[in-house]
């Protein structure tokens, strides 16, 4: 049972557009919201990560849109390229440190 | 920095063999480290939590028995494959944090391959 939810499941977007991933969750004892990416045959790379007391967080071209009220958070990528191709995952956590994981994301970007 | 690395990154052996899985953390100290489990086009699925100097924690489902975790020292946690089987085939990942810091680093990750 996943206790994130995230969608859409995979993405095509043209270089330059954004892409827009979002997750839910259920447990509100859930305090800090990282996303991972991950190309084929390697590990997850932390990109960005979030507490409940923010509600948007910006690194480079990553955001992170955070909704503590409707349990739910997203990652926008500003000005997709081709090397932004990989799938992607939202995660969450509570004082225990274990990680929760979404399903995933594969985000395609058309040159 | 907090580079993690995991060696081997890719094991084929016969059905009964024991596997060893080595997970390091480089450039840090890691109180705790983790195990994951990747089925293809799948999330990462957590086995067991391992804490320096203690017994690690698994998930409901994951036998303890089969998945021996170790974490002798602060930089270092194994995971070994007993009697491995092909379903242990999947691809195994670790990951570590710092005392008291939320982000978990992950190694590449070991590709599992039982014949």
């Known amino acids: 049972q996943q206790q994130v939810k995230q969608s859409p499941q995979s993405l095509i977007v043209q270089k330059g557009g954004i892409s827009i991933i979002n997750c839910a969750y259920e447990n509100t004892a859930f305090d800090y919201f990282p996303w991972y990416q991950q190309f084929p045959g390697k590990g997850p790379a932390l990109l960005i990560a979030?507490?409940?007391?923010?509600s948007e967080k910006k690194e480079g071209r990553f955001t992170i849109s955070f909704n503590k009220s409707a349990k739910q958070f997203s990652l926008h990528i500003m000005d997709s390229q081709p090397g932004d191709s990989a799938t992607y995952f939202c995660a969450a956590s509570s004082n225990d440190y274990k990680l929760s994981f979404g399903a995933g994301t594969t985000v395609t970007v058309r040159a | 920095g907090a580079v993690v690395s995991q060696h081997p990154s890719r094991v084929i052996c016969k059905s009964g063999t024991s596997v060893k899985i080595e997970c390091r953390s480089l450039d840090f100290q890691a109180t705790t480290m983790f195990w994951y489990r990747q089925f293809p086009k799948q999330s990462l699925m957590l086995m067991a939590t391992s804490n320096e100097g203690s017994k690690a924690t698994y998930e409901q489902g994951v036998e303890k028995d089969k998945f021996l975790i170790n974490h002798a020292s602060l930089t270092l946690s194994t995971l070994t494959v007993t009697s491995a089987h092909p379903e242990d085939s999947s691809f195994y990942i670790c990951?570590?944090?710092?005392?008291?810091?939320?982000?978990?680093?992950f190694g590449d990750g070991t590709r599992l391959s039982i014949l």
């Open positions: 990951s570590a944090k710092r005392q008291g810091a939320r982000p978990q680093h």
């Open positions: 979030i507490r409940p007391d923010v």
